[in-house]
Structures are given as structure tokens and as C-alpha cells.
């Protein structure tokens, strides 16, 4: 499966290429594991982050462990490809798969600052990377879907992963599964039409609910309320990288025009969101 622009293996002989990992079932018992990150909110599960060293200062070698309470725990070297997969007793394989592509590999490659991830929603419009973020419950996964249902295909519909070259901003396809429904640990429905290269990102916009009878209005935002609106959205969330974390931040914030949308919040009115956000891109 290629997860995030990378490759992972499983229980693989070949030689490693770049932008591969291998993922090896074994009980990572040698290393003392001594530095906690309790994480909440995270499918009811008791899930919590240990390393052999300080947060603090996140270095090349050191080793990480993500524990989910009686399912598994994957642990890394830090600048390695294994990934070391130990089961517990109430691990299954649809388990295992969620919270390696979902929420695991995503924090391991926040702690290697390979990317910078947003909470959104993304599709193409016309070959151009779009986001939607938007607070809890307000509209993204149902907007992500409805524009997957018109036939634009799927970049991520939870995280996408984020970098900067030359002056630019990528966004990074996520995998290729879609979760048009509320359902804990569960990775969704396979999706044909996905994305699968990098690609400057053309937008972000922010959705804010309105009145079921309200007019569609699209307005940029500037300054400090660009960076509101991603801090606001930034998934992996870690005392980790502060300094390189916030820079990455403003560089998207300075380098990537946000658009506030309201939304009439009447599922009937979502094609007229469509075509609005349509005509716009295609006005830009």
C-alpha cells in the first residue's frame, strides 16, 4: 500500500528503495521506553506515544513507540524504514491497517518533519488540488463527497499531508479509502478515482455554516485570520518541532490564498455550493 507518497512493505526480504517502509510483526522489548504523550479523543481507546528520549528534542536514532491500549503498539528508530508491529490481544487486521494509514504513520512522519498535516478534506478541480476544512460537524466530509459523487477525484477526506518546494505548496495524496459516514476505526470504502502524485495545492476554503436560506458568499481572508484557520486545522498536534512546526505554518498561510464559504446548512442547496465553488475555480 503507498501511504502518504511512501510505500510500506510487509515482511519483505527485498532491500529497501527510497520512500519505502517495512512493516515486521515483533515485540520491541529492548528499548525502555521512558518518555509518555498521553493522546486523547482517539476512538475511545486508551492511545499514548513513548520514546526512549525527550520530546523535547526530536532527533535522528531515537526510538518511538504508538501503544494502543490491549491492540497494538508499532514502534521505529526515528530515520530508519521498519516499522516493528506488536499485537495484543485484542488486535485484528482491520485494526491494524487503521491505525497504521490513519493516525500511526501520519505521527511518525510529523516527528521525522517530513510533512505538515491538515485536517481537511480534498478533491481536484479541474487537476488542481483543493482543501476543505471546517470546524467538527460542519460540512467537510459531506462537501469531500459530494464532489467525489461528481466525479473529482480524491486527494484525502481527513488528512492531508503537506510541504513546501520552491516557493510552493504541495499537497500529498493520502490512501485510497473514503469515509462518507461515522464509523470508529474503520478505513472506509476503496476508492478508484484517487489521486496519486503531489501537486500544488490551487486553494483552501474554510466552510462556515449559515442559514439554511442564506445567500453562498466567497470571501479571501488575510493576516492573522489565514493563520487561525490552519492552526485551527492542523491535525498532527504534538509538542514536538515547535519552531520548524510554525514556520511550516506561516509558509502555507503566506503561500496559499484561503477562502471563507458559508454554507447553507439544507442538504438540498449542496448542489448550488458545488457549482459556486466551480465557477469560481474556474474564474480564478
Not at 488486535?91 to 481537511?120: G, K, V
Not at 460540512?139 to 503537506?162: E, P, Q, R
Not at 459516514?181 to 476508492?191: A, H, Q, S, T
Not at 439554511?212 to 458568499?217: G, L, T, W
Amino acid at each position: 500500500m503507498t501511504v502518504f507518497d511512501y510505500q510500506i512493505l510487509e515482511n519483505s526480504n527485498k532491500n529497501l528503495k527510497k520512500n519505502q517502509y517495512l512493516l515486521t510483526e515483533e515485540n520491541f522489548s529492548s528499548v525502555k521506553f521512558s518518555h509518555v504523550l498521553n493522546l486523547y479523543n482517539n476512538q475511545y481507546r486508551e492511545v499514548k506515544i513513548t520514546s526512549d528520549s525527550s520530546f523535547e528534542n526530536i532527533s535522528k536514532g531515537q526510538y518511538i513507540s504508538f501503544v494502543v491500549n490491549e491492540v497494538l503498539s508499532f514502534s521505529c528508530e526515528l530515520g530508519s524504514s521498519t516499522i516493528f508491529l506488536y499485537r495484543d490481544k485484542k488486535a485484528t487486521d482491520s485494526l491494524i491497517y487503521y491505525w497504521l494509514y490513519h493516525t500511526f504513520f501520519p505521527i511518525l512522519l510529523t516527528f521525522e518533519n517530513r510533512y505538515y498535516f491538515l485536517h481537511a478534506g480534498a478533491v481536484e478541480i479541474d487537476f488542481k488540488p483543493v482543501l476543505f476544512v471546517a470546524n467538527s460537524f460542519g460540512g467537510k466530509s459531506t462537501l469531500t463527497d459530494f464532489f467525489m459523487k461528481k466525479g473529482h477525484a480524491m486527494i484525502s477526506d481527513d488528512k492531508v499531508a503537506s510541504y513546501e518546494k520552491d516557493e510552493q505548496i504541495f499537497s500529498v495524496p493520502s490512501y485510497p479509502y473514503h469515509r462518507p459516514y461515522r464509523k470508529m476505526e474503520d478505513l472506509g470504502l476503496f476508492v478508484e478515482n484517487f489521486v496519486t502524485e503531489s501537486k500544488v495545492i490551487n486553494c483552501i476554503f474554510n466552510l462556515e455554516k449559515s442559514d439554511p436560506n442564506s445567500d453562498i458568499i466567497i470571501s479571501e481572508i488575510f493576516g492573522i485570520e489565514k493563520f487561525k484557520v490552519l492552526r485551527y486545522s492542523t491535525d498532527i498536534d504534538l509538542p514536538i518541532h515547535r519552531e520548524l512546526r510554525f514556520k511550516a505554518l506561516a509558509n502555507i498561510a503566506n503561500k496559499v490564498q484561503i477562502y471563507n464559504i458559508t454554507i447553507p446548512w439544507d442538504l438540498d442547496r449542496l448542489k448550488e455550493v458545488y457549482q459556486t465553488i466551480i465557477k469560481f475555480i474556474k474564474g480564478r
